[in-house]
């Protein structure tokens, strides 16, 4: 087995990462990588990704369920309405992480998010545009082969935060790209490897 492989009790090799959690192990197989452009799905990922500066993302995932009903499902048109009586509310939430910051950064980029549509058609469209030309790819993805940041993650980054986006650094934002299928950074060997590429290769990239 190749590094940074485990097999799991069902005989599967998958990547490290999601060890023996079921809920951890079911978001690997059935969501990370899987490429969307689905804008509430998007908008929810990048500020799921902010929360979880400093933390787990296991951390974040148990809260998932809290954190939808907190913000609205991450619609970002009724998160850009947002009070600041829904700003106390959600500081008050014990079932998300309450971080002030992170909570009003949501809000701003729900606002934001509502301009870049009206700019790029969509965010998913926005996004999109960040994805890696093959050559700019490792030819093998191997554990070692996995970076914090990259030159996309990076322009992403300067990108949103020229447009008034918070919590969007370089690294939150290739974290965000491996999640939403804009790479593919499952391991050679992971079995979801060949079935996200070729999602990737039958995805229709928005215009």
């Not at 370089?170 to 490897?193: K, S, Y």
Request: proline share 5%; hydrophobic share 40%.
């Amino acid at each position: 087995m190749g590094d940074g492989l485990a097999e799991g009790a069902d005989g599967r090799c998958r990547c490290w990462w999601p060890g023996d959690d079921p809920l951890y192990r079911a978001y690997h197989d059935a969501e990370w990588g899987r490429p969307t452009a689905d804008d509430r799905r998007l908008f929810e990922k990048i500020c799921l990704e902010g929360f979880q500066s400093g933390l787990s993302w296991l951390t974040i995932l148990r809260k998932r369920e809290n954190f939808r009903a907190a913000f609205a499902g991450f619609e970002p048109a009724a998160v850009a309405g947002f009070t600041e009586a829904d700003v106390e509310r959600c500081v008050a939430d014990a079932g998300i992480v309450r971080h002030r910051g992170k909570i009003l950064s949501v809000v701003n980029n729900a606002r934001r998010a509502r301009e870049l549509v009206d700019e790029a058609g969509s965010v998913a469209a926005f996004v999109w545009r960040f994805e890696p030309k093959p050559e700019d790819r490792p030819a093998r993805v191997e554990r070692g082969a996995i970076v914090p940041q990259t030159p996309q993650s990076l322009a992403l980054s300067k990108a949103l935060r020229k447009r008034g986006w918070s919590f969007v650094g370089p690294t939150t934002m290739h974290a965000f790209m491996q999640a939403v299928g804009i790479v593919n950074d499952h391991l050679e060997g992971c079995f979801c490897r060949d079935e996200v590429e070729a999602e990737r290769r039958n995805f229709e990239r928005p215009a």
